[in-house]
Protein backbone atom coordinates (compact mmCIF):
# COMPACT_ATOMS: atom_id res chain seq x y z
CA UNK A 1 0.00 0.00 0.00
CA UNK A 2 1.59 3.51 -1.12
CA UNK A 3 1.58 6.21 1.13
CA UNK A 4 0.75 9.72 -0.55
CA UNK A 5 0.78 13.33 0.87
CA UNK A 6 -0.32 15.86 -1.52
CA UNK A 7 0.75 19.85 -1.53
CA UNK A 8 -1.94 21.60 -3.26
CA UNK A 9 -3.10 24.88 -3.12
CA UNK A 10 -6.65 24.44 -5.22
CA UNK A 11 -8.51 22.49 -3.38
CA UNK A 12 -10.66 21.11 -6.89
CA UNK A 13 -8.05 19.67 -8.04
CA UNK A 14 -6.53 18.53 -4.65
CA UNK A 15 -9.63 16.67 -4.36
CA UNK A 16 -9.84 15.32 -7.69
CA UNK A 17 -6.24 13.68 -7.42
CA UNK A 18 -6.89 12.39 -4.03
CA UNK A 19 -10.00 10.52 -5.51
CA UNK A 20 -7.66 9.34 -8.88
CA UNK A 21 -5.19 7.95 -6.17
CA UNK A 22 -7.70 6.38 -3.98
CA UNK A 23 -9.11 4.35 -7.23
CA UNK A 24 -5.38 3.08 -7.64
CA UNK A 25 -5.42 2.00 -4.15
CA UNK A 26 -3.23 4.50 -2.87
CA UNK A 27 -3.34 6.12 0.53
CA UNK A 28 -3.54 9.82 0.91
CA UNK A 29 -2.17 10.35 4.62
CA UNK A 30 -1.87 14.37 3.91
CA UNK A 31 -2.90 17.07 1.87
CA UNK A 32 -0.79 20.52 2.55
CA UNK A 33 -1.86 23.50 0.56
CA UNK A 34 1.24 25.64 0.32
CA UNK A 35 5.11 25.35 1.16
CA UNK A 36 4.67 26.50 4.93
CA UNK A 37 2.68 23.66 5.51
CA UNK A 38 5.00 21.65 3.29
CA UNK A 39 8.41 22.98 5.79
CA UNK A 40 6.43 22.32 8.72
CA UNK A 41 5.53 18.86 7.62
CA UNK A 42 9.35 17.78 6.87
CA UNK A 43 10.10 19.71 9.62
CA UNK A 44 8.44 16.60 11.86
CA UNK A 45 10.51 14.01 9.82
CA UNK A 46 7.44 12.51 8.57
CA UNK A 47 8.57 10.46 5.83
CA UNK A 48 5.15 8.96 3.34
CA UNK A 49 6.21 6.76 0.57
CA UNK A 50 5.42 9.13 -2.16
CA UNK A 51 4.68 13.11 -2.42
CA UNK A 52 2.43 14.65 -5.31
CA UNK A 53 3.96 18.40 -5.42
CA UNK A 54 2.51 21.40 -7.51
CA UNK A 55 5.32 23.23 -7.82
CA UNK A 56 3.19 26.92 -8.47
CA UNK A 57 1.98 27.15 -4.65
CA UNK A 58 0.06 30.70 -3.13
CA UNK A 59 3.08 31.39 -1.43
CA UNK A 60 5.59 30.63 -4.02
CA UNK A 61 7.05 27.91 -6.18
CA UNK A 62 8.41 24.50 -4.38
CA UNK A 63 11.33 24.50 -5.46
CA UNK A 64 11.94 27.06 -3.21
CA UNK A 65 11.08 24.31 -0.39
CA UNK A 66 12.93 21.98 -1.32
CA UNK A 67 16.60 24.32 -1.56
CA UNK A 68 16.31 24.35 1.56
CA UNK A 69 14.92 21.12 2.88
CA UNK A 70 16.89 17.54 2.27
CA UNK A 71 13.66 15.28 0.63
CA UNK A 72 14.53 11.65 0.40
CA UNK A 73 10.99 10.69 -0.51
CA UNK A 74 10.26 10.30 -4.09
CA UNK A 75 8.18 13.10 -5.87
CA UNK A 76 5.70 13.38 -8.76
CA UNK A 77 5.71 16.81 -9.87
CA UNK A 78 2.24 18.11 -11.26
CA UNK A 79 1.52 21.66 -12.77
CA UNK A 80 -0.03 22.94 -15.80
CA UNK A 81 3.17 24.15 -17.19
CA UNK A 82 6.13 22.64 -18.84
CA UNK A 83 8.90 25.13 -18.13
CA UNK A 84 10.30 23.35 -14.61
CA UNK A 85 10.54 19.85 -16.14
CA UNK A 86 14.39 20.13 -16.73
CA UNK A 87 14.23 21.73 -13.02
CA UNK A 88 12.16 19.18 -11.60
CA UNK A 89 14.03 16.32 -12.69
CA UNK A 90 17.25 17.98 -10.69
CA UNK A 91 15.09 17.01 -7.75
CA UNK A 92 14.14 13.34 -6.51
CA UNK A 93 11.54 12.78 -9.16
CA UNK A 94 10.12 9.89 -10.71
CA UNK A 95 7.42 12.14 -12.97
CA UNK A 96 6.24 15.09 -14.14
CA UNK A 97 2.50 15.07 -14.67
CA UNK A 98 1.04 18.14 -16.52
CA UNK A 99 -2.40 19.63 -15.55
CA UNK A 100 -5.54 18.50 -15.93
CA UNK A 101 -4.11 15.03 -15.12
CA UNK A 102 -4.93 11.97 -17.15
CA UNK A 103 -5.59 8.82 -15.54
CA UNK A 104 -3.31 6.79 -17.36
CA UNK A 105 -0.14 9.19 -16.85
CA UNK A 106 -1.50 8.68 -13.09
CA UNK A 107 -1.24 5.26 -13.31
CA UNK A 108 2.28 4.97 -15.32
CA UNK A 109 3.76 7.29 -12.31
CA UNK A 110 2.71 4.79 -9.78
CA UNK A 111 3.94 1.97 -12.01
CA UNK A 112 7.07 3.85 -11.92
CA UNK A 113 7.69 4.29 -8.72
CA UNK A 114 6.49 0.46 -7.57
CA UNK A 115 9.16 -0.39 -10.53
CA UNK A 116 12.05 1.48 -9.00
CA UNK A 117 10.81 1.80 -4.69
CA UNK A 118 9.06 -1.34 -4.06
CA UNK A 119 10.74 -3.79 -5.74
CA UNK A 120 11.80 -7.42 -4.33
CA UNK A 121 14.69 -6.71 -2.27
CA UNK A 122 18.34 -7.83 -2.65
CA UNK A 123 19.57 -11.46 -1.80
CA UNK A 124 21.54 -10.89 0.92
CA UNK A 125 23.42 -14.12 -0.30
CA UNK A 126 26.17 -13.99 3.17
CA UNK A 127 22.68 -14.37 4.98
CA UNK A 128 21.94 -17.00 2.73
CA UNK A 129 24.92 -18.73 2.58
CA UNK A 130 24.91 -19.10 6.47
CA UNK A 131 21.19 -20.37 6.90
CA UNK A 132 22.11 -22.85 3.94
CA UNK A 133 25.07 -23.81 6.06
CA UNK A 134 23.00 -23.91 9.25
CA UNK A 135 20.55 -26.05 7.45
CA UNK A 136 22.98 -28.35 6.55
CA UNK A 137 24.48 -29.64 9.81
CA UNK A 138 23.75 -33.25 10.70
CA UNK A 139 23.64 -33.65 13.87
CA UNK A 140 23.39 -37.16 15.48
CA UNK A 141 20.24 -38.92 16.17
CA UNK A 142 21.14 -42.50 17.92
CA UNK A 143 23.87 -43.24 19.86
CA UNK A 144 25.23 -47.45 20.31
CA UNK A 145 25.44 -48.68 23.30
CA UNK A 146 26.74 -52.33 24.77
CA UNK A 147 24.32 -53.77 27.42
CA UNK A 148 25.80 -57.01 28.95
CA UNK A 149 27.32 -58.97 25.12
CA UNK A 150 24.91 -57.10 22.94
CA UNK A 151 24.56 -53.58 21.26
CA UNK A 152 22.26 -51.71 21.54
CA UNK A 153 21.22 -48.65 19.42
CA UNK A 154 19.85 -45.44 21.58
CA UNK A 155 17.26 -42.75 19.79
CA UNK A 156 18.91 -39.32 21.16
CA UNK A 157 14.69 -38.42 21.12
CA UNK A 158 14.59 -40.78 24.25
CA UNK A 159 17.83 -39.44 26.16
CA UNK A 160 17.11 -37.21 28.98
CA UNK A 161 20.35 -36.89 30.59
CA UNK A 162 24.06 -37.40 29.63
CA UNK A 163 25.91 -37.77 32.53
CA UNK A 164 29.93 -38.31 33.54
CA UNK A 165 30.43 -40.25 36.22
CA UNK A 166 33.46 -42.44 37.75
CA UNK A 167 35.27 -41.35 34.37
CA UNK A 168 32.84 -42.80 32.20
CA UNK A 169 29.99 -41.32 30.51
CA UNK A 170 26.28 -42.56 30.43
CA UNK A 171 22.71 -41.90 28.53
CA UNK A 172 20.00 -41.86 30.52
CA UNK A 173 16.73 -42.63 29.37
CA UNK A 174 13.41 -41.43 29.92
CA UNK A 175 12.72 -44.44 31.70
CA UNK A 176 15.52 -43.71 33.94
CA UNK A 177 17.60 -46.58 33.03
CA UNK A 178 21.18 -45.38 32.03
CA UNK A 179 23.56 -47.10 29.90
CA UNK A 180 27.37 -46.33 29.49
CA UNK A 181 28.83 -44.86 26.20
CA UNK A 182 32.50 -45.24 24.93
CA UNK A 183 32.38 -40.98 24.32
CA UNK A 184 33.17 -38.49 26.29
CA UNK A 185 30.97 -35.88 27.00
CA UNK A 186 33.08 -32.97 25.14
CA UNK A 187 33.18 -35.27 21.82
CA UNK A 188 29.39 -36.11 22.07
CA UNK A 189 28.40 -32.55 22.59
CA UNK A 190 29.58 -31.40 19.15
CA UNK A 191 27.42 -34.20 17.65
CA UNK A 192 24.14 -32.81 19.58
CA UNK A 193 21.67 -30.45 18.65
CA UNK A 194 22.28 -27.70 20.77
CA UNK A 195 19.02 -26.60 20.46
CA UNK A 196 17.31 -29.84 22.13
CA UNK A 197 20.20 -30.37 24.26
CA UNK A 198 22.59 -28.07 26.51
CA UNK A 199 25.14 -28.66 28.97
CA UNK A 200 24.24 -27.30 32.44
CA UNK A 201 27.79 -28.06 33.82
CA UNK A 202 31.40 -29.70 33.05
CA UNK A 203 29.52 -33.25 34.15
CA UNK A 204 25.92 -33.01 32.84
CA UNK A 205 23.45 -32.74 29.76
CA UNK A 206 20.16 -32.06 29.53
CA UNK A 207 17.36 -32.28 26.78
CA UNK A 208 14.90 -29.77 26.88
CA UNK A 209 11.78 -32.03 26.40
CA UNK A 210 12.40 -33.82 29.67
CA UNK A 211 13.00 -30.59 32.01
CA UNK A 212 10.07 -30.92 34.46
CA UNK A 213 10.52 -27.84 36.49
CA UNK A 214 13.51 -25.28 37.39
CA UNK A 215 13.95 -24.53 40.56
CA UNK A 216 16.46 -22.21 42.28
CA UNK A 217 19.16 -23.46 44.53
CA UNK A 218 21.45 -21.14 45.81
CA UNK A 219 24.00 -18.41 45.15
CA UNK A 220 21.78 -17.50 41.72
CA UNK A 221 22.26 -20.93 40.70
CA UNK A 222 19.80 -23.59 39.32
CA UNK A 223 18.19 -27.33 39.99
CA UNK A 224 17.02 -28.72 36.78
CA UNK A 225 14.33 -31.38 37.71
CA UNK A 226 14.11 -34.43 35.16
CA UNK A 227 10.78 -36.19 34.12
CA UNK A 228 12.73 -39.46 35.57
CA UNK A 229 14.61 -38.04 38.08
CA UNK A 230 16.86 -41.17 39.25
CA UNK A 231 19.89 -39.26 39.23
CA UNK A 232 21.83 -36.71 41.67
CA UNK A 233 21.05 -33.69 41.62
CA UNK A 234 21.47 -31.34 38.16
CA UNK A 235 22.60 -27.75 39.24
CA UNK A 236 23.24 -25.67 36.82
CA UNK A 237 26.39 -23.71 36.99
CA UNK A 238 26.87 -20.58 37.87
CA UNK A 239 29.07 -19.69 34.62
CA UNK A 240 26.37 -21.18 32.41
CA UNK A 241 22.97 -19.53 34.19
CA UNK A 242 22.82 -16.77 31.48
CA UNK A 243 23.62 -19.19 29.06
CA UNK A 244 20.72 -21.93 30.06
CA UNK A 245 18.25 -18.88 30.70
CA UNK A 246 18.86 -18.10 26.95
CA UNK A 247 18.81 -21.34 25.52
CA UNK A 248 15.31 -22.00 27.56
CA UNK A 249 14.08 -19.30 25.93
Aim: net charge neutral; charged share 25%; hydrophobic share 45%.
Amino acid sequence: MIRAVIVEDEAVAARRLRKMLEAEGVTVIEWLSSNETLQLFLAQKAAPDLFFLDIHLNDGIVFETLQTQTVETPIVFTTAYDEFAIRAFKQKSIDYLLKPIAPEDLRRALAKYESLYQAAPPIDWQALSKLVQADAVSYRERLRVKVGDHLRSIPLAEVQLIYSESKLTFLQTVDGRSYPTDQSIDSLQEELNPNRFHRVNRGQVVQIDYIKDVIAYSNSRWEVKLQADKHPRIIVARDRVKAFKEWLG
